[in-house]
């Protein structure tokens, strides 16, 4: 009698108990990282006090990154810019800085506050010195320290997404983040350090845009880390905690709208602010004609006497002893040359602040110039490529001409009227 069984078996039905107790678990897991009572609570905020504290180790890499970035500026070189970021130190000194509005610990603000001050301080003085450094061998190209000095909407989304994954990161694992804290680094210590280099090496448009430019950045990371704390169910507890809290919220919300341009834009939206002023007259505030020298050439030797605007002396070709040679006379014969009315621009950018001047159309950057830099526009030379108007301009950057091309709506020009078409024959 043999006895035959199924392979496989019908596993027993969960009892609603046994379900209900596996909810319980995942959702005791997902409340694990902010426990509800206060107890519990005050222990854990305790630990993310003690992991967020600075150290010596924060102003040593900043030494360190401060000085490299003022080399990368100094060479004009993106890989070590890039190197110094990977060498900059934890940020997790912000992250006790928006603890402590969530919790409204005004002791634990301070310190936190000052220790990434001082450690900002650090990265701005290595910009400075490579600024300085930098005189005897200028004029140089420093495209890198105008770039990291403006506000760009990329660099904003970094910036947001780098905030966000920090904060995370930091309060769910006991790992050290190190890539959230590359990418709020890169958005924090690049304009910072550019703006240390623009006064040290005393060129215009860098400083003190630069350091607007970190100082936005800050307040903007703050207020999306604290927005991600509160999803992660912090918020303050105590009356104080929330004043404090919502007083650094007013703060950085008008440090934001303020330097964004962004509060501008809504008075324009709503009617509130004038219109812009005309081209014409911010052309005539901040420029003016230039006078472009002409060169005469040279006469044929046959005609000695037509050399233009030297002094002839003309002699008797056959004095006498009775004849009184007349003195010699001076002739000057002034030149006029007509000269074409230059065609002065004005770079106004919708974004970013400036715009490139290229070797060619779409080619390598030569320079870049910022917002309200006047140029001077080559009449009727114009190239059209892939439906994007070139327009061939020069400028003096450090007193060195600095012939390319820029894109046309870019420029701003009021007289003469500028006929927006390419030439025939590029």
């Known amino acids: ?9 019908p596993h027993p039905e969960q009892t609603p108990e046994f379900v209900s107790a596996r909810a319980r678990r995942r959702r005791a897991l997902r409340r694990a990282y902010f426990p509800t009572n206060e107890e519990d609570r005050a222990v854990f905020f305790s630990h993310l006090v003690r992991r967020a504290f600075p150290s010596y180790e924060l102003f040593v890499f900043s030494f360190v990154a401060g000085a490299i970035l003022g080399l990368g500026y100094f060479f004009n070189a993106q890989s070590l810019l890039f190197f110094g970021i990977l060498v900059a130190p934890l940020l997790t000194p912000w992250i006790g800085t ?7 610990a005004l002791r634990l603000f301070a310190q936190t506050l000052a220790a990434l001050l001082v450690s900002s301080l650090i990265i701005f003085l ?15 190209t420093f495209n890198e320290a105008f770039t990291h000095s403006r506000l760009w909407w990329p660099n904003l989304i970094i910036l947001t997404l780098g905030a966000i994954l920090l904060t995370i990161s930091f309060v769910r694992s006991e790992k050290q983040p190190y890539l959230p804290s590359a990418l709020l680094a890169s958005q924090f210590l690049l304009p910072l350090c550019a703006a240390g280099f ?7 448009e860098i400083w003190p845009q630069g350091l607007f430019v970190f100082f936005v950045h800050l307040a903007w990371a703050t207020f999306f880390g604290l927005i991600t704390l509160f999803f992660l169910r912090f918020h303050p507890t105590s009356f104080g905690g929330i004043a404090f809290t919502g007083f650094a919220f007013i703060v950085i919300i008008t440090i934001v709208t303020i330097n964004t341009g962004f509060g501008n834009w809504i008075m324009r939206q709503t009617g509130l602010a004038p219109s812009a002023p005309a081209v014409a007259a911010v052309i005539e505030a901040t420029a003016t004609p230039l006078e472009i020298p002409s060169i005469t050439p040279l006469p044929n030797a046959e005609d000695a006497t037509a050399v233009i605007g030297v002094p ?3 002699p008797s070709k056959t004095p006498s002893p009775t004849q009184m040679t007349p003195p010699a006379t001076e002739t000057y ?22 715009a490139h001047i290229r070797e060619n159309p779409g080619g390598i950057v ?8 006047t140029v001077t526009i080559i009449p009727n030379d114009l190239q059209e490529v892939n439906s994007i108007t070139w327009v061939h301009v020069f400028a003096i950057v450090h007193d060195k001409r600095v012939e390319g091309w820029m894109i046309q709506t870019v420029l701003q020009t009021a007289t003469p009227i500028v006929d927006w078409q390419p030439s025939p024959t590029p």
């Open 366 to 373: 030569l320079v870049t110039l910022a917002n309200n830099t």
């Open 98 to 104: 928006t603890l402590s509005i969530v919790a409204g």
């Open 198 to 204: 623009g006064l040290g090496s005393g060129v215009g």
């Open 312 to 314: 002839i002396n003309t």
């Open 333 to 354: 014969t002034p030149t006029v040359t007509a000269e074409p009315t230059p065609i002065l621009g004005v770079i106004h950018a919708a974004e970013g602040g400036g």
């Open 126 to 140: 290595g910009g400075v010195l490579a600024g300085f450094a930098s005189r005897p061998f200028q004029p140089l």
């Open 1 to 9: 009698m043999s006895v035959t069984e199924p392979l496989t078996q």
